[in-house]
């Protein structure tokens, strides 16, 4: 089991910037990618950046250039610096932990608030 720890949601006025972290604890493969993940009210939930332990990163096109995923290997710890904020990045946050393995599952966090006012 892995468990995952958000932190870092709140309000902020658009133009301005957030800091999310999570950290993961429990058992913990060495080879596994971290991520963010969002959902919007009546919206699907979808992929914001994701990075591999090795170092490999993906972006969601609208947040290319504004936000950046890096990470802690040795704090099994992801961050998302979300800078210029959107009101369309309005949702709640999810971070995301898999192992790379065959039919690994996935843990999720319990997600986090990120609301952008206009």
């Known amino acids: 089991q892995v468990q995952l720890v958000e932190s870092g949601g709140g309000l902020v006025q658009a133009g301005g910037s957030l800091r999310l972290s999570c950290a993961a604890s429990g058992k913990i493969f060495r080879d596994n990618t971290m991520g963010w993940y969002r959902q919007a009210p009546g919206k699907q939930r979808e992929l914001v950046a994701v990075?591999?332990?090795?170092?490999?990163?993906s972006y969601l096109d609208s947040v290319k250039g504004r936000f950046t995923i890096s990470r802690d290997n040795a704090k099994n710890t992801v961050y998302l610096q979300m800078n210029n904020l959107k009101p369309e990045d309005t949702a709640v946050y999810y971070c995301r932990w898999t192992a790379i393995l065959p039919r690994a599952p996935d843990y999720w966090g319990q997600g986090t608030q990120v609301t952008v006012s206009s």
């Open positions: 990075m591999s332990s090795g170092g490999g990163t």
